[in-house]
């Protein structure tokens, strides 16, 4: 049987990010040799918008040709993105040597066994019960190609804020007699047993935005069409990263504990997007953004793009007050030892939270 590597939502972009995602191309493009992969499918946002589409199709073509001239082939259908920015007919693109499957509102390509009914990104697919799909052939696997959401599989809320996906019905998959729903959209992955297909989401193999959808290990799937079931493995890509988001209290003369940034240090990874959030109440707003600044430029070598953001409040010369005075002192004289991470933790927690709390009543006193 055939040996499938399924990704979707890459979103290649020109711009500071275009080294990054072609990078993880590549990486796409050596498991697809690495495993003797039989197809390689796309399905959809491969690009992040019409223009990135424009710019970038001619160049990943001539990076995908040397696979597909090995004999893995190359299926792709548009999602949301691809149309992103302009109105364009994308059945009217050649984009060999991929199988660019454009056509609305689907095309059923037979190869090697395996039938890939292939479904372009559409606002709506409520029409799909009068489409005249061909019956499945007798021993073949049938692979869909959607780009969309599904109910079942990601309740939602759409993960995105430019271009909502239309909703593809659980009663699809069992219609057609589909063995594997190949989907794209949701940059989490996620799968699930609808009737007689597996349907998956690969998530995106990319770091896409400084978003908590974003976090976690990037993968794509490898399906092996043997048995029923398919057979289905998570394969890691080493050259995405992961999104990393961290949280460090910030004192009241806006220092940062050395400790939680050497350990946040040890974690980071090259291609990493990190953000880190600053909390606390401090004297001076200043002296806040300049602390943000350093930590950025510290933390900035070491990943791919660095985020250091302020969740502050200033309450001037909170340390000088009486009250929050007493306050430090005698949390400076229950400080535990640097070296127990889990106290030092609950330590400068309570610490933020009390002066949170005294800047409140200080405020209502004033």
């Known amino acids: 049987m055939a040996k499938i590597i399924h990704t979707a939502d890459l979103h290649l972009a020109t711009g500071d990010d275009k080294d990054y995602g072609l990078s ?19 399905s959809g946002d ?7 589409f424009e710019a970038l199709r001619r160049e990943v073509c001539a990076r995908l040709e040397p696979l597909a001239a090995a004999g893995c082939e190359v299926i792709y259908i548009p999602g949301n993105h691809e149309s992103l920015g302009g109105q364009p007919d994308l059945s009217r693109y050649d984009l060999k040597p991929l199988r660019f499957q454009a056509e609305a509102p689907f095309s059923l390509v037979e190869l090697k066994g395996v039938e890939f009914l292939c479904v372009p990104h559409a606002a709506a ?6 489409w005249a799909v061909p019956a499945k052939k007798a021993g073949n696997v049938r692979v869909a190609l959607v780009h969309a959401l599904n109910s079942t599989v990601f309740t939602g809320p759409d993960p995105e804020d430019q271009s909502r996906a239309g909703v593809i019905d659980d009663n699809f998959f069992a219609r057609f007699a589909v063995d594997y729903a190949a989907l794209g959209h949701v940059h989490a992955g996620r799968q699930q047993l609808l009737g007689g297909a597996l349907a998956c989401y690969p998530g995106s193999p990319r770091v896409w935005r400084a978003h908590k959808r974003e976090a976690g290990q990037k993968t794509v799937r490898l399906v092996d069409t043997a048995g029923s079931p398919v057979n289905i493995r998570r394969l890691e890509l080493k050259s995405a990263g ?3 988001e961290y949280a460090l209290p910030l004192g009241p003369d806006a220092s940062v504990p050395e400790k939680p940034v050497s350990r946040l240090i040890l ?3 090259k291609p ?14 200043k002296a806040a953004r300049a602390a943000a600044d350093e930590l950025r430029s510290r933390l900035s070598p070491m990943a791919r793009r660095v985020l250091v953001e302020l969740d502050t409040r200033v309450a001037a010369d909170i340390s000088a007050n009486s009250l929050a005075r007493a306050f430090l002192e005698g949390m400076d004289a229950v400080r535990p ?3 127990d991470e889990a106290a030092m933790s609950k330590w400068l927690l309570a610490r933020q939270y009390g002066l949170e709390e005294l800047a409140g009543r200080i405020g209502e006193a004033g």
């Open 337 to 339: 030892a640097e070296s």
């Open 272 to 285: 990493d997007l990190v953000t880190v959030r600053l909390n606390g109440v401090v004297d001076d707003e």
């Open 242 to 244: 992961q999104y990393r």
């Open 125 to 130: 697919y409520d029409g799909y019960r009068d």
């Open 46 to 52: 491969l690009f992040d918008s019409f223009a990135d």
């Open 267 to 269: 974690e980071l990874e």
């Open 24 to 42: 993880v191309l590549d990486e796409i493009i050596g498991l697809c040799r690495a495993e003797a992969a039989d197809f390689l499918v796309i």
